[in-house]
């Protein structure tokens, strides 16, 4: 992967969903679960409301971002 920005920052199911929406639309991204890789490591960082992270590269910022916001003003 190129240079990643992070794109989307919530909880981690619709972090989930959403990543199925870039995964429709042809983009490639990371997908992290903060809690989950912290529970993980052996202590708990974090809740659940912002430990799902999306990121995406550079070049595809803009249209994840359109997409991202679009599905928020709609859901």
Not at 6 to 15: H, K, M, R, Y
Not at 37 to 66: H, Q, R
């Amino acid at each position: 992967m190129e240079d990643i920005k992070l794109v989307f920052t919530g909880s981690a199911i619709e972090a989930s969903f959403i990543a199925e929406i870039l995964e429709e639309n042809k983009i490639d991204f990371i997908f992290r679960d903060t809690l989950d890789e912290s529970l993980i490591a052996g202590w708990a960082s974090g809740g659940p409301g912002d430990s799902g992270l999306l990121y995406v590269e550079d070049k595809d910022f803009d249209k994840a971002n359109e997409i991202i916001n679009n599905y928020i003003s709609n859901r």
